[in-house]
């Protein structure tokens, strides 16, 4: 039976207020216990309206519920009474996640007739006493104005209102309080949300646990669009802006990333049972099986469902951002920042203000050729989300033709920035094929802050932001060739991960490609591919090996051979210590790799104790794979190993 017909039956019997609240808790508690199901038949979207209008019905029939005692058997219209109930936030935008607050308004006008303040009091005690658990907010329609007034926050829920049930013409009255509202200094408004955006990406970083509610891409990213759509075009719904501010087809691929960011909302509600919007790693294996990916390895399940999440964020990051830009540009929220002063302008419909490069959003599309140059003749500067969209429109199929100026973006400082231009254009797998197996390749070890792309990211940009004076006045020492290939050390250390092979051999073997397709010397394709094959070795030596052995040292600088594979080993890992996590590069760390390079450096100046470990290191190396060896046990192969003895 329906609840609406048990709670019939149950008033025929003169049931309690508290019986009525214990019928519907029930049914609440059941509607609960079936949300799997529902998420299974409905994902995404479809899923959180769903749960918002069943949030709706309850609403609805508890509040007829309590007219029925009020009035008795002369209730009067609905529309009659000064009564409206209004969802907000996400619950007004339908879009309610399971453990999402309900953010309930209820709307009146104090008529003496209708005793409303005693009808909204008895509501409320009825949704406390059946376990519903509303964020609630009570307004005398004259208020509306004065409150969004007050806070940014109460504003921005009120502009997401949506009528539940009560009196459509207060909510008539309601509509047009809302239009003054939006009305009410818009630019002041638009400015703190992009400055709340902002703080947001300067907290939350673009990390291997994200938060899908408010970090980089996430919904939060969305939801300031369309608060900015609504207060500037009085939308509903972004999708309104397809062809006035987007292409369809842009919608569309955004479209499937959001629709995605539910799923995995909703999944990591219902798998907690709580609200949890951080897709923490212990959490994957069980996500992935939920929303279905299969794999007969799981862990490449789980890597699919990494990739496709941080793929989606990065749309919506994009998407969202640059949306807002040209929405803020065509209304002219900042004038005088986007004047363009003639002054500025260094190409046609491209500036260069503050050291942002910005485009306009008319600008003509440019060919691979044009971006390149454009980028190369500036100095070290970043880029704004309009450049973004222009390099994003742009044609790069033919981008084989440009090695010499692709090399060339290596000798600029700024290489980070421009990185970062090409990932979030999504060109970056063209420009170098190489990095296309880490794009958005999770790392589940615990240890990496970020995936692999970024991670590699953050190690060049630490090249050229060295905070140890020693290891800067190293790297400044270094010519211009020699810091050019480093920074490609640096991008390709870890492409070679997401492969069954070692990704230390499988990453030299795509420097060795890139080297050679770009005409790269022997020397540097050399002395790359040793430091790429052994980019784990300075730090795994500190601190896991005594380093005041001489043995130890000697093994080490072996695997090296000469004083440039160590400086460059060495600052590469500096750069990609302090890229994996806070705190991973310590003063311990510090002290210990000083100590293996000087102990080191000074084992390279001995010229035959060098070759006399090289020859150990070839000798051990090709014991390593004698048949004979192999079948020894692994404690006795180490053993072996470990004997100090000219043999070797």
């Given at each position: ?56 019905s ?40 399971v453990?999402?607050?309900i ?14 303040k005693?009808i ?68 002041e ?24 509610k ?40 955004y ?63 994009n ?34 203000i ?27 500067v ?21 090695k ?33 197996k ?9 240890y ?10 953050n ?35 870890d492409?070679?991960k ?84 806070i ?24 010229s ?41």
């Amino acid at each position: 039976m329906e609840l609406e017909h048990v709670i019939e039956d149950l008033i025929s019997k003169n049931a309690s207020d508290f019986e009525i609240s214990k019928v519907i808790k029930n049914d609440i508690k059941e509607y609960r216990a079936n949300l799997k199901n529902i998420f299974l038949q409905n994902g995404g979207k479809d899923f959180l309206v769903k749960n918002s209008k069943k949030i709706d019905s309850y609403i609805n029939l508890m509040y007829k519920y309590v007219l029925r005692e009020m009035f008795h058997g002369y209730i009067p219209l609905t529309n009659s009474i000064p009564i409206s109930f209004v969802a907000l936030g996400s619950y007004g935008r339908e879009q309610l996640c399971v453990y999402s607050d309900i953010d309930l308004m209820i709307v009146y006008k104090d008529v003496a007739g209708f005793n409303t303040k005693a009808i909204i009091e008895k509501f409320l005690y009825l949704v406390w006493d059946s376990g519903l658990k509303l964020g609630h907010r009570v307004h005398e329609i004259g208020e509306l104005k004065s409150v969004a007034n007050e806070d940014i926050t109460i504003k921005t829920a009120l502009i997401e209102s949506r009528f539940i049930t009560g009196s459509k013409y207060l909510w008539v009255e309601i509509e047009n309080s809302l239009k003054k509202i939006r009305n009410f200094e818009q630019k002041e408004f638009i400015i703190k949300k992009i400055d709340e955006l902002n703080n947001r990406h300067k907290k939350y970083k673009f990390t291997m646990e994200p938060n899908i509610k408010e970090g980089i891409g996430s919904l939060r990213d969305s939801n300031t669009l369309f608060w900015i759509a609504n207060i500037i075009y009085n939308v509903s719904s972004t999708k309104q802006l397809i062809g006035k501010i987007f292409t369809e087809d842009e919608y569309k691929e955004y479209r499937i990333a959001i629709e995605f960011l539910f799923s995995v909302r909703s999944t990591l509600h219902l798998i907690a049972q709580k609200k949890e919007d951080t897709l923490r790693l212990e959490l994957i294996p069980e996500v992935s099986k939920f929303l279905n990916i299969f794999h007969q390895n799981p862990q490449i399940a789980q890597q699919q469902l990494s990739s496709k999440l941080f793929f989606s964020l990065i749309v919506i990051k994009n998407f969202s951002h640059i949306n807002i830009d040209k929405i803020v540009r065509k209304n002219k929220i900042f004038k005088k920042e986007f004047g363009f002063l003639r002054a500025s302008r260094v190409f046609k419909d491209i500036y260069l203000i503050d050291n942002k490069l910005f485009a306009t959003y008319n600008c003509k599309q440019k060919s691979q050729t044009e971006i390149l140059d454009i980028i190369i003749s500036m100095p070290n500067v970043s880029f704004d989300v309009s450049f973004v969209n222009l390099v994003k429109n742009s044609d790069f199929s033919n981008v084989k033709n440009e090695k010499e100026k692709i090399l060339k973006l290596f000798t600029k400082p700024n290489i980070y920035e421009i990185l970062m231009l090409f990932y979030d254009s999504f060109k970056l797998e063209f420009i170098f094929p190489a990095l296309k197996k880490i794009l958005y390749l999770a790392q589940f070890d615990g240890y990496h802050e970020h995936p692999v792309d970024i991670h590699s990211f953050n190690t060049i940009k630490n090249i050229d932001n060295i905070q140890n004076d020693f290891l800067k006045s190293l790297f400044m020492s270094f010519s211009e060739d020699e810091k050019m290939v480093l920074r490609i050390i640096a991008l390709l250390h870890d492409s070679g991960k997401g492969r069954k092979n070692d990704h230390r051999d499988v990453g030299v073997s795509l420097y060795k490609l890139f080297c050679k397709q770009f005409n790269i010397s022997d020397y540097f394709t050399e002395l790359g591919s040793i430091v790429i094959k052994h980019h784990t070795l300075m730090s795994d030596t500190a601190h896991k090996e005594d380093i005041y052995s001489q043995k130890i040292v000697s093994d080490f600088v072996a695997n090296l051979k000469s004083k440039e594979a160590l400086n460059f080993l060495f600052i590469l890992t500096y750069a990609d210590l302090n890229a994996v996590n806070i705190g991973v590069y310590s003063t311990f760390t510090e002290r210990l790799l000083f100590e293996l390079y000087h102990f080191s450096l000074d084992r390279l100046n001995n010229s035959e104790q060098l070759q006399d470990a090289i020859r150990k290191n070839r000798k051990i190396n090709s014991l390593k794979k004698e048949s004979e060896f192999l079948t020894i046990s692994k404690p006795k192969q180490k053993k072996i190993l470990s004997i100090e003895s000219s043999l070797f």
